[in-house]
């Protein structure tokens, strides 16, 4: 029976040795995964949020982003006034992955590009962990900072004359849930 109790605490200890907050990965990405910010960049957003500051620097393109939300699995970032990034650290099974979208803006449209990596920051086959339906509408994907949904929203594309911008049709929502493995 003690080989059992300690069996499980180390396994309870291995699995809990591993477990990283988004703020860790935020510090092991290396630059080519967002070489908009240089590493010190993304060091500053976190310690300027953690001392209660405006979490703003001058990125690579001399624009100015600032990381608006932090939590222990998420975080946002404005990077420009029409671009954003959101990164959400998912458990997989007894991985974790993080998962980032980067959305543009143009009018009242929003595209958006989704990737996941594992904790070493390789890129992993997004198709193995998510199936969204290619379209010729816009796609604006949403990260919940509460909980591990995605929300889908498709907007479709119509080039109309000035003046009958209201006409275009109301967007497609879909919600995918986090089940371990996948968004469902």
Not at 143 to 165: C, M, V, Y
Request: with cysteine; proline share 3%; net charge negative.
């Amino acid at each position: 029976m003690k080989r059992l109790y300690i069996f499980l605490f180390c396994v309870a200890a291995t699995f809990s040795a591993s477990a990283q907050t988004i703020r860790e990965a935020i510090k092991e990405m290396p630059d080519e995964v967002l070489p908009l910010f240089t590493k010190n960049d993304r060091l500053d957003f976190l310690d300027y949020l953690a001392s209660n500051a405006k979490a703003e620097v001058k990125n690579r393109m001399g624009g100015m982003s600032e990381m608006t939300t932090l939590t222990d699995d998420y975080a946002h970032i404005r990077t420009s006034e029409a671009s954003e990034l959101s990164f959400k650290l998912l458990q997989k099974g007894t991985e974790q992955v993080v998962c980032m979208i980067s959305t543009c803006q143009v009018d009242s449209m929003f595209d958006s590009k989704i990737r996941f990596y594992d904790m070493k920051w390789n890129l992993l086959d997004t198709k193995q962990i998510i199936d969204i339906p290619k379209t010729n509408d816009f796609q604006q994907l949403v990260l919940s900072a509460q909980s591990s949904d995605l929300q889908i929203i498709q907007r479709k594309f119509a080039l109309l004359p000035e003046g009958e911008k209201e006409k275009h049709e109301e967007p497609h929502l879909t919600l995918l849930k986090w089940n371990g493995m996948r968004f469902e």
